[in-house]
């Protein structure tokens, strides 16, 4: 499993940065990717990173707020969600991009709240 890690409750507008870490042969080898599951919602791709860290995706509704990221002597991949909305609520997860039924863990909750 990929367990993801910083969420919590924030402020209309604050940020915060979600962080997972990877086996290296897991992260090595696979573009990665953030997904989350908003309440009530199926789960869905937030942002991608390539394998090579030189190209990215983002979900129409993150795009220009959120930023993904990799580090490779690290094996983690990053989230950091500026400018963040009460809809940006929900438990997010990494895992690879496709996504790989083993690899989902609990995820990380984020709250949006005043």
């Known amino acids: 499993q990929l367990q993801a890690s910083g969420g919590g409750l924030v402020q209309p507008g604050g940020s915060l940065r979600l962080s997972c870490t990877a086996s290296?042969?897991?992260?090595?080898?696979?573009?990665m990717g953030w997904y989350r599951q908003r309440p009530g919602q199926e789960r869905e791709l937030v942002a991608s990173?390539?394998?090579?860290?030189?190209?990215?995706y983002y979900a129409g509704d993150v795009r220009y707020r959120f930023i993904i990221s990799r580090d490779s002597a690290k094996n983690s991949v990053s989230l950091q969600m500026n400018s963040l909305k009460p809809e940006d609520t929900a438990v997010y997860y990494c895992?690879?991009?496709?996504?790989?039924?083993?690899?989902w863990g609990q995820g990380t909750l984020v709250t949006v709240s005043s």
């Open positions: 290296a042969h897991i992260f090595q080898v696979n573009n």
């Open positions: 990173i390539w394998r090579d860290g030189k190209n990215t």
């Open positions: 895992n690879t991009q496709p996504p790989l039924a083993q690899y």
